[in-house]
C-alpha cells in the first residue's frame, strides 16, 4: 500500500514530501534486490520495480554504469571516478518558500559510495550490501543534508553539544559595513577544531560561529556531514580542497563541464549532486563562487543550492539572484564549469 510521508525538514520554510511504498520497517521503499552476476547480464534475485531483473549497461561521456530494470527504468548510475552516485527513489520536493516560488520535485537520491566508482564495481565484495542498504532508503542524503542549513531551519545538536545542523549565515559583516566576508569554513560554523589528515589543524573563527562561505557549505555537507575526505588548503590531494577555484580545478571526481573560461550551457552533463562552479568576481581567470545542482525546477530551469553572501547564508532562493543556471540571471551568466565528485 502507498502511503504519503510528510517530512518538514525546515520547520516551515523548507518542505521535503515523501511518496513512498509501506513495507513496515520504517525505510520507505523497498531496497532493490541483491546484485551478484557479471556486468551487462540479467540479475537474480527478487523483482526490481520495473518487474523482471536488473541489467547493468555501460554508456560513455562521461564513462558511467547504469543500473536499469526490465522495463528500462533507470535504478542507479555510477561514474568512472566519482563517489557520488544517484539512485532513484521516492518522489520528493525541495522548497524554500521565503526566497522563492519554484520548488524541484525529484526522484534523485545522491549518495556516497565509499570508494570511486570503476568499470565492473558491480561484481566487487562491497558493492552489493551497499546497494542492499541504500537502495530505496530514505535516510538524508546529499540534496536533504544541504537543505538542513537553509533559512530558519531547525538546529541539532550531536552527543557532543555541537550544533551541526541549523540555519546557517554567510559570514561576519566587514569593518567598513560593505558586506560580508568570506573565508568562513566548516568548522568555523561548528565552532570546533578539526585535526585533518595531515594532521594540521583547523581552528574556528568565534566572529564566525555558524557561518560558511560557498566552498565551506560544499565541505560542511560533503564532508563533515557525508564524510568525503577534507584538504586543509588548496593544493591538489586526495580529497576536497578549500576554495571554489581549486575544487574546480584539482578537485577529486570528473569533470563533467570543463571550464572554457565562457558562458557554460551543457545542462544535459548535470546530474542532482554535481558541484557547478561559477566566476562572479573580478578576476575572469579565477572560479569563485561553488554550489551544488538540484536538478529541474517547476518552471523547468536548473536550479541550484549555495551559500552566498546577500542572501547571507545557504539558499536555493532567488534573493540577491536566481538561483538558476539557464535563466539569464546573474550567476547563470556567470556559470563556467561543473564536478562529480
Not at 79 to 87: E, F, K, N, Q, Y
Not at 261 to 281: I, K, M, N, S
Request: hydrophobic share 40%; aromatic share 8%.
Amino acid at each position: 500500500m502507498l502511503m504519503t510521508v510528510l517530512a518538514v525538514l525546515l520547520a516551515g520554510v523548507g518542505v521535503v514530501l515523501f511518496v513512498a511504498q509501506d513495507r513496515g520497517d520504517g525505510r520507505g521503499v523497498a531496497a532493490f534486490p541483491p546484485i551478484t552476476a557479471q556486468p551487462g547480464a540479467a540479475q537474480p534475485g527478487a523483482a526490481p520495480p520495473g518487474g523482471g531483473a536488473p541489467r547493468f549497461e555501460r554508456l560513455a561521456e562521461p564513462a558511467r554504469t547504469v543500473v536499469r530494470d526490465a522495463a528500462g527504468t533507470t535504478l542507479a548510475t555510477f561514474t568512472d571516478g566519482a563517489r557520488t552516485a544517484v539512485l532513484t527513489g521516492p518522489s520528493r520536493t525541495l522548497a524554500e518558500p521565503r526566497f522563492t516560488t519554484a520548488t524541484v520535485t525529484t526522484t534523485a537520491w545522491v549518495r556516497l559510495l565509499p570508494r570511486p566508482w570503476s568499470p565492473n564495481a558491480e561484481t566487487e565484495p562491497w558493492f552489493t550490501p551497499w546497494f542492499d542498504q541504500h537502495g530505496g532508503s530514505t535516510e538524508p542524503d546529499v540534496l536533504a543534508v544541504a537543505t538542513q542549513y537553509l533559512d530558519g531551519a531547525p538546529n541539532e545538536t550531536d552527543a557532543d553539544g555541537v550544533r551541526y545542523r541549523g540555519d546557517a549565515s554567510f559570514g561576519p559583516v566587514a569593518a567598513s559595513g560593505a558586506g560580508r566576508l568570506e573565508r568562513s569554513d566548516f568548522y568555523d560554523y561548528l565552532g570546533v577544531r578539526h585535526t585533518f589528515a595531515d594532521r594540521t589543524t583547523g581552528t574556528p573563527d568565534p566572529k564566525r560561529l555558524r557561518a560558511v562561505d560557498c566552498s565551506g557549505f560544499v565541505r560542511l555537507v560533503y564532508g563533515y556531514r557525508l564524510g568525503y575526505p577534507l584538504l586543509p588548503g588548496n593544493k591538489p590531494g586526495p580529497g576536497l580542497p578549500r576554495r571554489a577555484y581549486a575544487i574546480a580545478d584539482s578537485g577529486p571526481g570528473v569533470l563533467v563541464v570543463p571550464n572554457e573560461h565562457r558562458r557554460a550551457a551543457a545542462y544535459t552533463a548535470l546530474q542532482p549532486g554535481d558541484l557547478v562552479f561559477f566566476e562572479v568576481e573580478d578576476d575572469e581567470a579565477t572560479l569563485d563562487h561553488a554550489a551544488v545542482y538540484l536538478g529541474v525546477d517547476n518552471t523547468g530551469h536548473h536550479r541550484f543550492i549555495s551559500s552566498r553572501e546577500r542572501a547571507n547564508g545557504p539558499t536555493m532562493g532567488d534573493l540577491g539572484g536566481t538561483s538558476l543556471l539557464d535563466d539569464g540571471g546573474h550567476y547563470s551568466l556567470a556559470w563556467r564549469a561543473a564536478r562529480r565528485i
